[in-house]
């Protein structure tokens, strides 16, 4: 049998399907938090989707001839039944995505799956997408409007697999006429926020009344690396030991690992400046120190442990969550929340103090846009006007600038002293301006070459 790879019309994630080299896990991603593959067939009952027989066979019991008429390549995902259109898709996009984002597509089109088993992607339309939303609506009619949030993600990861099918039939005939449901306006509220310097002082406060407490360790340490360093949540459970340097020159780093990167724009190399309390080198030793006390001694040992009880902890899994420790200590320093009092006011969460770091930089005129990029790791503009929230401060100095170009200038101090107006600046007289003449460049004859030269020459 010859290299799967070679074969014509058929894919790497093809060879990656048959491959009998692709280890069990949970969902299609060939990476996890512990470093071990997945087998994409062993998960198709997870997904609730049917895989033909054939597909999964061992690699020995499947010839060249079945191999090259399998139905499973990307090209022809247009004809496939949707379970099958989807097990390759999915297979396809694990080897370019996080664990994290493979779990969402598996669980989206698990409920896709049921309302579409059977039909090829060819036969679905735009009225078959409105019916599976109207269905879906009255499944969830009792979940407060957070349903239409989930059928959106849902249609959402319908709309990448049918592009991905025929973009030509999705942009002609079906995207024209797709709309996303509209969500509640309970549930449209801001996502991320920034601290004003009130907020800054009152929050660093309430850690230093509550850092000797070991129950609030982990999340004030890690909150002030999220605000310090731009680092998400989930990208410092993620990392290990082996990822940490505090004696590198000419400064101390960590680097965010790909397993906990969100993209690969994100991985990068951050920077801990701050031996104090508050600074982000103060907070990377303080759980340096205590991943080690915990038993985390080997450099593949997480930061951040699993906590399996009150006194043991596992190092080779990390940490879940630290959100019950860090809401207590934002009560007590009077942050929002949302509320039935409240319903359009977010509530501040562990990933804002990324908001809150990108925003500082993206405010201050003397870091650059490519500075603040490589710290949070972008790329598109769109995730820079996402993360920007300009804080009052700064509103009212660009109000105030543009209040004094329009002639209000009462509210800006003036750039000159009072005493000393401003000379105006003498206008100095234009030198008349000489013609310049001409000069044709005198004839030079063109000599007259003998023809015959050359034979004299060779007698």
Known sequence: MSDPKVLKNHTYAVEYLLSGTADKSTGFSRHTETGAHNDPLASSAQLG???????SASTEEIDEDNLRNYPAALSELNTLPFQLAAETWVTQKALSVSPKTTK??????????????????????????????QKRLKECENLDGLGIVSINHECGVLRQLLKRADVKRWENVI??????????????????QAMTPAMEKTLLEVFAQHIDRPFYTVAICASILSWRTTAGPGELKSLKLEDIDLNGQPRPTFTIPR??????TRERTLVLVGEDFGGALWAMRTLVDRARAFGCLRPEHYLIPFQI??????????????RRALDQMLNLADFPHKSR???????????????HAVTKLLENPRISLTTAIHLAGWISPGMI????????????????????????????????????PVQPVKKCAARPVQAVKKIKPAHTPRPQHNRNHWLFATR
């Not at 397993?259 to 690969?264: L, S």
Request: aromatic share 10%; proline share 6%.
């Open 385 to 420: 006007k996402k993360y920007s929230h300009a804080r009052l401060e700064a509103m009212e100095e660009g109000a105030l600038v543009l209040a004094g170009e329009s002639g209000d200038s009462s509210k800006r101090q003036p750039e000159t002293p009072v005493d000393k």
């Open 259 to 264: 397993r906990g990167a969100k993209r690969w």
């Open 175 to 192: 995207g024209p006429h797709y709309h996303e449901l509209i969500k509640p306006r309970h549930l449209n509220v801001q996502v991320g």
């Open 49 to 55: 989707l049917a895989f033909p027989a054939s597909a």
């Open 104 to 133: 969402f597509l598996n669980d989206n089109l698990r409920m896709l799956g049921r309302h579409f088993e059977g039909k090829k992607l060819a036969q679905i339309s735009i009225s078959e997408i409105e019916k599976y939303q």
């Open 309 to 322: 009880d009150r006194a043991h902890y596992d190092p080779t899994q990390p940490c879940t969550t630290w």
């Open 341 to 355: 009092q409240m319903p359009n006011v977010a509530s501040w969460r562990a990933y804002d103090f990324r908001h």
